[in-house]
């Protein structure tokens, strides 16, 4: 399934392994009063409706049947158009709301939500928000306390990693290259050489304009990303904090010693490739190849190669991965038809293919996963005084502490939280504060105790986010049984 990438593209898919799937749902990813997205996420139902014939849209925030026949009927459609268009820009409609009212009868919208969990999740979060000045008072005094503390504990080298990661993320231009870059070649020192060979098969969209970061890094919501895995279980299952076993070879005695091939890290392996390829481009050679390319093949092709030939190139303009299919149509028949035996012929057509190839493969959120993982490698191979590896855990509670309360965590960081959380004492934190530092204290110990009492408040929060996506999938499976729809759009945060 593809759908244009200006509205979106496919996230992930998950198709049940010990049953014969029932129906189809396809969850797009909504990020709330943001007009970017809403305007998205109208086109991808449209596109959706048109193309699989979709008409059940599940939608959170509501319970039951979703009435927009009110506002359609008006008498006037284009002014209905407009006034919907300016409602859903200023955050008072939704996208799939525009969506109903400009077009009746077209799709039907079943709030899915548990109302009363949904009401006890809002009182919860409600309560956390509450204590969240406290909380950020008191996190704040810890960051002061540990980050100056960096040229200290942390090794040149993760320092220097560090550097650059904060470049990166304050949006230099070309600086995610060199801190991945960096990353790679930490890692490598402390582990063997990646075996030659593609990059795992991990599916994407393709970068039209060739660049790479920070575009990879923005938000995935505000481009209405489209997922076919409503509940997305078992994607972030594995915590980067411990190394998996089947990296962990025993090592020799006195010896630390990790296992890593970048084969476990297809999105980096994919941008390091990439990197590589990107200064040999020559896109006025590449152009010009493609054309010889398609002189020579001409003649020896058929009538049917034509045809495909001509279908793939008339479609290439339309869409990114519309350009990449009509590349590899090109690239194969020539193959078939040994113009490629030579590995040197065409050579910059065939680079910039791969090229491209590449860029389609990459995910931010995988990508992001990925980094994080490999840091912590890195870190662990680096870091060798129990104090270097203290200070390390500590500013990771830190930042961790902090996406809680912020409601940020990602299933990640909740992964990488449960796993710590049983160090997250008042005991325990304020003994290793005392391992690291030396001098005047910014935090009190009540301060401290205070914040990790108020944690359960916020650890609720995503207790029942989760009652709440298990509650969405229930309530909508059991609306497509009632109405014997085997198709649904399933809307909520992604």
């Known amino acids: 399934?593809?759908?244009?990438?200006?509205?979106?593209?496919?996230?992930?898919?998950?198709?049940?392994?010990?049953?014969?799937?029932?129906?189809?749902?396809?969850?797009?990813?909504?990020?709330?009063?943001?007009?970017?997205?809403?305007?998205?996420?109208?086109?991808?139902?449209?596109?959706?409706?048109?193309?699989?014939?979709?008409?059940?849209?599940?939608?959170?925030?509501?319970?039951?049947?979703?009435?927009?026949?009110?506002?359609?009927?008006?008498?006037?459609?284009?002014?209905?158009?407009?006034?919907?268009?300016?409602?859903?820009?200023?955050?008072?409609?939704?996208?799939?709301?525009?969506?109903?009212?400009?077009?009746?009868?077209?799709?039907?919208?079943?709030?899915?939500?548990?109302?009363?969990?949904?009401?006890?999740?809002?009182?919860?979060?409600?309560?956390?928000?509450?204590?969240?000045?406290?909380?950020?008072?008191?996190?704040?005094?810890?960051?002061?306390?540990?980050?100056?503390?960096?040229?200290?504990?942390?090794?040149?080298?993760?320092?220097?990693?560090?550097?650059?990661?904060?470049?990166?993320?304050?949006?230099?231009?070309?600086?995610?290259?060199?801190?991945?870059k960096e990353l790679a070649r930490l890692a490598r020192l402390a582990t063997p050489v990646a075996p030659v060979g593609p990059p795992a098969e991990v599916g994407g969209p393709i970068r039209p304009d060739g660049r790479f970061a920070p575009a990879w890094l923005r938000s995935l919501g505000a481009r209405g990303s489209l997922v076919l895995d409503a509940t997305r279980q078992g994607h972030h299952a594995r915590s980067p904090l411990a190394t998996p076993a089947s990296r962990s070879p025993s090592p020799r005695a006195g010896q630390r010693s990790i296992s890593l091939s970048f084969r476990d890290y297809p999105h980096i392996r994919a941008a390091l490739k990439?990197?590589?390829?990107?200064?040999?481009?020559?896109?006025?050679?590449?152009?010009?190849?493609?054309?010889?390319?398609?002189?020579?093949?001409?003649?020896?092709?058929?009538?049917?190669?034509?045809?495909?030939?001509?279908?793939?190139?008339?479609?290439?303009?339309?869409?990114?991965?519309?350009?990449?299919?009509?590349?590899?149509?090109?690239?194969?028949?020539?193959r078939a038809r040994g113009l490629l035996a030579d590995r040197h012929a065409y050579r910059a057509f065939r680079q910039y293919v791969r090229y491209v190839r590449l860029s389609q493969q990459l995910?931010?959120?995988?990508?992001?996963?990925?980094?994080?993982?490999?840091?912590?490698?890195?870190?662990?191979?680096?870091?060798?005084?129990?104090?270097?590896?203290?200070?390390?855990?500590?500013?990771?509670?830190?930042?961790l502490l902090d996406h809680l309360i912020h409601v940020k965590l990602s299933p990640r960081d909740l992964a990488d939280y449960r796993a710590l959380r049983a160090s997250l004492t008042t005991e325990t934190l304020w003994g290793e504060l005392a391992r690291v530092t030396s001098g005047q204290w910014s935090v009190t110990s009540e301060e401290l105790r205070r914040l990790i009492d108020n944690l359960t408040i916020h650890e609720r929060f995503y207790e029942l986010a989760v009652k709440r996506d298990e509650a969405l999938v229930a309530n909508l499976a059991r609306k497509m049984r009632n109405d014997g729809a085997d198709t649904a759009l399933l809307i909520a945060g992604g």
């Not at 939500?113 to 969240?132: F, I, P």
Request: charged fraction near 25%; proline fraction near 5%.
């Open 1 to 180: 399934m593809t759908v244009p990438e200006e509205w979106g593209y496919v996230v992930e898919t998950w198709t049940p392994t010990d049953q014969r799937p029932a129906g189809l749902v396809i969850h797009l990813q909504d990020l709330h009063v943001h007009p970017e997205a809403q305007a998205n996420l109208s086109q991808l139902i449209g596109h959706l409706h048109d193309r699989l014939g979709i008409q059940l849209v599940g939608v959170e925030g509501a319970e039951g049947f979703c009435e927009t026949q009110l506002y359609a009927s008006l008498p006037d459609p284009p002014s209905t158009e407009r006034i919907a268009r300016l409602f859903r820009q200023e955050g008072l409609l939704t996208g799939a709301e525009y969506y109903a009212i400009t077009h009746p009868e077209a799709v039907t919208l079943w709030g899915i939500e548990d109302e009363a969990l949904y009401l006890n999740h809002l009182s919860t979060y409600q309560e956390g928000a509450a204590q969240r000045a406290q909380a950020e008072a008191t996190i704040g005094k810890l960051r002061e306390m540990l980050q100056p503390l960096t040229k200290r504990w942390y090794p040149r080298a993760l320092q220097r990693l560090s550097a650059l990661r904060d470049t990166y993320e304050e949006g230099e231009p070309d600086a995610f290259a060199a801190y991945l």
């Open 274 to 334: 990439a990197y590589e390829l990107y200064p040999r481009l020559n896109m006025r050679q590449v152009e010009e190849e493609r054309r010889n390319l398609l002189t020579a093949l001409w003649p020896l092709a058929t009538a049917d190669d034509h045809q495909r030939l001509t279908t793939f190139a008339d479609r290439a303009s339309t869409s990114p991965v519309a350009a990449m299919r009509y590349h590899a149509a090109l690239l194969g028949l020539a």
């Open 363 to 399: 995910r931010s959120t995988a990508l992001l996963d990925e980094l994080r993982e490999l840091e912590h490698v890195a870190e662990t191979s680096h870091l060798k005084t129990e104090e270097q590896r203290t200070h390390a855990r500590l500013l990771r509670q830190v930042e």
